[in-house]
């Protein structure tokens, strides 16, 4: 999937569950030897996404047969994280107390857009056949209602269903340099997984005696969306402080519109003498 930034903005992540694990990620040398740690912070939330696209009716040899295809993008609510540091140290004045420092970082931006490939399956579809769809994971558990798209063969079929899917979020904090025997420059990576999938129920009925949209389907296809476990990888950027703020104390993470995800994630020390 290719990406590319949106316009759109967003309300509604919601926090399910995290973890977090610190793993050693390089040794210094020097006359005091230095252990640099890396840290791992996870968390599971409900992800605002939007599928927009159009169904498509591509006719073929046999009769009243045609190929089915969605083609359209994925809108992705956004995420992002804080960093909060604590007090200086050494405070320049006794008058001021000691207070955190906290600087924002964009792992996902809001409104950027995910290429869906073409998703085609083959149906028999006569004259007056109309389409609704349905937004599911992969167990089925639906996550849109039945929505009705129009009759097919007039041209694409447009479709904007806004909903959630579930996604675990990873975060990796790691020292970018070491002037001395603490951190002040970081580097920040990560990856966002979809835990569960996203399908699309097409629906089919023919449009012909009362009550039609209520009666039991021609036909029922299921396309695949996006694979459970499919990856968004964040692009690893640097998170510059300097020696007017202590260590790194703590993390959360952010909605695509700045607002805290659930709780605030203590960060252990990078720096270790071994």
Not at 239 to 252: A, H, M, P, Q, Y
């Amino acid at each position: 999937m290719k990406a590319r930034e949106g316009g759109m903005e967003w309300k509604g992540i919601v926090k399910l569950g995290s973890t977090a694990r610190v793993k050693p990620a390089r040794r210094a040398s020097g006359p005091a030897p230095i252990v640099l740690l890396s840290h791992q912070v996870s968390t599971s939330l409900a992800m605002p996404v939007c599928l927009r696209g159009a169904l498509l009716t591509m006719e073929e040899g046999e009769a009243k047969a045609a190929r089915l295809t969605v083609k359209g993008e994925l809108v992705i609510g956004g995420l992002g994280v804080e960093l909060i540091f604590g007090s200086p140290e050494v405070r320049p004045s006794k008058l001021k107390p000691p207070h955190d420092v906290a600087t924002k970082a964009v792992l996902l931006p809001a409104g950027e857009a995910f290429e869906v490939n073409d998703r085609s399956k083959r149906a028999k579809v006569a004259a007056d056949t109309a389409a609704w769809i349905q937004v599911r994971d992969e167990d089925g558990v639906p996550l849109t209602d039945h929505i009705y798209l129009g009759r097919l063969g007039r041209g694409p079929c447009l479709m904007d269903p806004a909903f959630t899917s579930l996604v675990s979020a990873e975060t990796y904090v790691s020292p970018g340099g070491l002037p001395v025997a603490r951190e002040f420059d970081l580097l920040l990576t990560g990856e966002m997984t979809f835990v569960g999938g996203i399908w699309l129920r097409i629906t089919l009925r023919r449009r012909e005696g009362a009550l039609w949209w209520g009666r039991r389907p021609d036909a029922a296809l299921d396309l695949e969306i996006v694979p459970a476990g499919h990856r968004i990888h964040f692009p690893a950027q640097p998170v510059w402080s300097n020696e007017s703020v202590g260590g790194l104390k703590s993390l959360i993470f952010l909605d695509g519109e700045g607002d805290p995800i659930g709780q605030e994630h203590p960060v252990k020390p990078m720096v270790a003498l071994q």
